[in-house]
């Protein structure tokens, strides 16, 4: 349980400071729509599209997707920059173990920054004499999770590959970009599955695609495992 | 003997670098045992190894009994072992009360009247975040958290390096009087004069393999430093002989390091016709300098 209590003061900066921003970013598209729709949409749009272009598959989904990446950073590699993973390493705990932990720590904490926005648009619409279905923002909600478990495991996995301070992070955020990128060259796009369109609904969401998408991030948790448990320190 | 640490073979090569060569070391119970070495002669890499912290090349070895390349029985090693790193970082977002109620949380066996006297006697601000700590009240937290838990082996890399001169003189009294109560301690240094003081045996390591393994006792009784005087340069191989540790040449002046006293180096030299200037007891220092300076 202490491993747990650990993973979160390491990581509850990053996931306040997320927490903050979603929520404060999702308070100022509902209660400033009029002036936030121009910029990320058309006037004349509806209320649910202008929430779908600006948040569910807009810039808010793309604020959360960096935050996601963040969530991975730390580690043994880390600790051994800052001279604490000596401190861990002699602990009477399996390495499997503090990577577990830290996984799963940062699985739910993802979790809860996916369910975030999914809460508040339909709670707070109603505060402007609009409405958002709470059944298709839950919907928005579990998709953002999982795609978001697969983003969080891609930068639990660059935070093992690459050791550095901030290198790990710019990896992250490199890896996702070519990946994307790679998702829309023709030809591609019909075996690749691109996350993004995943997590906004455009893409594909059935039970199977979800599932692949999570035992690919469980694969990817497990690949960070199977190199720490290997890495000399 | 009863053995806390012993390695065979021990080796740990990165890329081209032997880092530990066929390392043999045994480590005592219930001794106080000084690891001495230059840097870069293996001491930290022979710790991490036998923490499971670093895999080994080659070798096998035993800590406590346990199997240090079995990550399992490593494991169970590491309950009853405590480490204080070389660079006695800690967990600088935790309070100095978080990282005694995470740490305690490990170990069973955790004394909690030992924490708290040792919090007493350090002076350490429990509300404190550890990374607003000095140097040497980390070092102090580092041992808190390692003795508190009541360990049979106590593994300290380096401990003195940082501390002022006061905190260096608790901490040599703390470690000194560990073994009494059935915790032996392993430590390296590079302060001789440390070693010297606390150990009751002391392992110099050279190249990544063990040069020296005696007690403090063994030195002081065998060892003996003969200083000669040749009237004409001395034969090259004159004292090629088991027991010479080390020569050290000055034109036609001669210091001999033997580890079995000094008759049959002096029967040697008088054979030579050489006059004995001077015989007398080798300290720590010149052992470890004849030993990892390559005189002989």
């Known amino acids: 349980m202490m491993l747990f209590y650990k993973a979160w003061l390491e990581s509850r900066t990053r996931f306040l400071l997320g927490l903050l921003v979603i929520a404060g970013l999702s308070t100022v598209f509902v209660f400033y729509n009029h002036d936030v729709r121009t910029v990320v949409t058309d006037h004349d749009v509806s209320y649910g599209e202008y929430i779908w272009r600006g948040i569910f598959k807009g810039q808010l989904r793309d604020i959360y997707v960096i935050l996601t990446l963040l969530l991975g950073w730390g580690g043994l590699d880390r600790e051994r920059t800052h001279g604490t993973a000596g401190h861990t390493l002699a602990l009477p705990v399996s390495r499997w173990r503090l990577i577990a932990a830290r996984g799963l720590t940062g699985i739910v904490e993802t979790a809860a920054l996916a369910i975030l926005p999914a809460s508040l648009i339909p709670a707070l619409s109603p505060f402007i004499h609009e409405s958002y279905p709470w059944l298709l923002a839950l919907q928005f909600g579990a998709l953002w999770t999982v795609g978001g478990i697969l983003i969080f495991a891609i930068g639990f996995l660059a935070s093992v590959l690459f050791a550095g301070e901030y290198s790990a992070a710019i990896a992250a955020i490199a890896l996702l970009f070519g990946y994307s990128i790679t998702t829309d060259l023709p030809g591609i796009e019909h075996y690749l599955v691109d996350i993004h369109d995943v997590m906004n609904g455009s893409g594909p969401h059935g039970f199977t695609t979800l599932a692949a998408i999570s035992i690919t991030a469980a694969a990817t948790i497990w690949l960070a495992g199977y190199i720490t448990a290997r890495r000399d320190y | ?296």
């Open chain 2, 1 to 296: 003997m009863d053995y806390v640490i012993e390695t065979h073979d021990l080796s740990k090569q990165f890329g081209t670098v032997h880092a530990v060569s066929g390392l043999n070391l045994r480590v005592v119970r219930n001794q106080v045992t000084g690891f001495l070495g230059r840097n870069g002669a293996g001491k930290s890499t022979t710790i991490r190894m036998l923490l499971g912290m670093t895999h080994p090349t080659s070798g096998s070895g035993l800590l406590l009994g346990h199997s240090i390349t079995d990550p399992k029985q490593d494991l169970e090693a590491r309950r009853q072992v405590a480490y204080c790193g070389e660079d006695k970082q800690l967990y600088a977002y935790m309070t100095v009360k978080q990282l005694i109620h995470f740490t305690a949380s490990f170990y069973p066996d955790w004394r909690s009247e030992v924490a708290a006297s040792l919090l007493d006697q350090f002076q350490l601000p429990p509300g404190r975040k550890v990374k607003a700590l000095s140097k040497g009240m980390c070092t102090k937290l580092a041992l808190l958290l390692a003795l508190a838990r009541r360990p049979s082996l106590l593994i300290l890399d380096e401990p003195t390096e940082g501390l002022d001169p006061v905190a260096i003189e608790e901490l040599l009294q703390t470690l000194s009087g560990l073994p009494a109560d059935g915790t032996t301690v392993f430590f390296s240094s590079h302060q001789i004069s440390e070693v010297e003081r606390i150990a009751d045996r002391v392992c110099i390591i050279d190249r990544g393999q063990l040069a020296v393994d005696l007690s403090l006792d063994e030195i002081r009784r065998d060892h003996r430093r003969i200083t000669l005087s040749f009237s004409h340069q001395p034969p090259e191989h004159l004292f090629d002989m088991p027991e010479v540790r080390s020569i050290e040449s000055n034109g036609r002046q001669m210091i001999v390091v033997s580890s079995h006293g000094a008759g049959a180096v002096v029967e040697r030299a008088k054979t030579a016709d050489a006059v004995v200037v001077d015989v007398v007891p080798v300290n720590l220092r010149e052992l470890f300098l004849g030993t990892v300076q390559d005189h002989k």
